[in-house]
């Protein structure tokens, strides 16, 4: 009588590693296309536009058919999450991708994101981490502190630095996000949607209002590139597998299954910018992922709540 239980828990936790791996493709993906994008034909409120603008267009038919189901409790609670995974944190990997190399981006981004789990769970949200997760964290945290110091202290790239503030910035945000999405529990597909629907009713007037005609005057190539990454596949598929990879595995599974964003971000950036990561960058990298790593089969009970 009870055996359809344990199948029907497996068959959601094999669709939340299926959605998880979509997002880390995607991922480990997005800062490389991005950077050919910033340094190249497009100021960074371009693509912030094609991100939320185009992925706005792509929900609205989701809108239009299931305005229904959004209740007063779900626009409120979008706020919140927008401001942890909309505009702001658009805004800090894209402007800083004009700074540091995609590489940077992905370690202090998404790599970083399981040691801001860990600090904001316990010190936000009050979940006590255990001894695995903290030693993971720990190790992210040297991997970070490796990237930095590099950054802060080559002559050749001092300005990295500002984009590497910028990707640790925008990764604590994106911790904000995991951690609040099971939460509140809002749907996959609902808490995508209304967070570009608030980003893009931010992004499109203001891009507007900041004179830059770049996106105009871009060979329709490279436009089109730029709308597939920015508007579908970041702005729009991406964000709907995390956040059902969220809802089946829970924040700290999710969040440890990106180990392997750093590392492929990273042999992306080789091949297609010509990226050669320096010795004390690699070796950042492959311990942000190693700690990562750390975590990444754990328990759903290995997380509990501290006794208030």
């Known amino acids: 009588m009870n055996t359809p239980l344990p199948s029907t828990m497996k068959a959601g936790e094999l669709g939340g590693y299926g959605a998880a791996v979509l997002a880390v493709l995607i991922a480990a993906s997005y800062p490389v296309a991005t950077r050919a994008g910033v340094t190249g034909t497009f100021a960074p409120q371009d693509l912030i536009l094609l991100r939320f603008g185009v992925g706005a267009l ?3 038919p989701y809108f239009l058919i299931h305005f229904s189901a959004f209740r007063r409790d779900i626009w409120l609670q979008g706020l919140p999450l927008t401001l942890c995974q909309g505009a702001g944190m658009a805004g800090l990997v894209i402007t800083g991708l004009q700074f540091a190399p995609a590489s940077h981006a992905a370690a202090l981004g998404p790599g970083a994101s399981p040691a801001w789990v860990v600090i904001l769970g316990f010190f936000v949200f009050s979940k006590r981490p255990v001894l695995r997760t903290v030693v993971g964290a720990t190790l992210c945290a040297v991997g970070v502190m490796t990237l930095t110091w590099w950054s802060a202290s080559s002559i050749h790239s001092a300005t990295v630095l500002i984009g590497d ?4 910035a925008a990764s604590a945000l994106g911790a904000l996000y995991v951690l609040q999405l099971r939460r509140l529990g809002i749907g996959p597909i609902q808490s995508a949607a209304i967070v570009t629907l608030y980003s893009a009713l931010i992004v499109v007037p203001w891009h507007f209002n900041s004179m830059s005609d770049a996106l105009w005057h871009a060979a329709p190539k490279e436009l089109v590139w730029q709308v597939l990454w920015q508007g579908v596949l970041v702005g729009c598929v991406a964000l709907v597998a995390l956040n059902h990879a969220i809802t089946r595995l829970g924040p700290e599974r999710s969040s440890a299954l990106v180990a392997f964003v750093p590392v492929l971000s990273a042999l992306f950036a080789v091949l297609f910018l010509g990226e050669i990561p320096s010795t004390m ?8 992922s190693a700690g990562v790593s750390v975590g990444a089969w754990r328990s759903p009970g290995d997380v509990v709540k501290v006794e208030q």
């Open 281 to 288: 960058e690699a070796a950042g990298i492959l311990v942000i």
């Open 58 to 60: 792509i929900f609205l």
């Open 165 to 168: 503030v910028m990707f640790l």
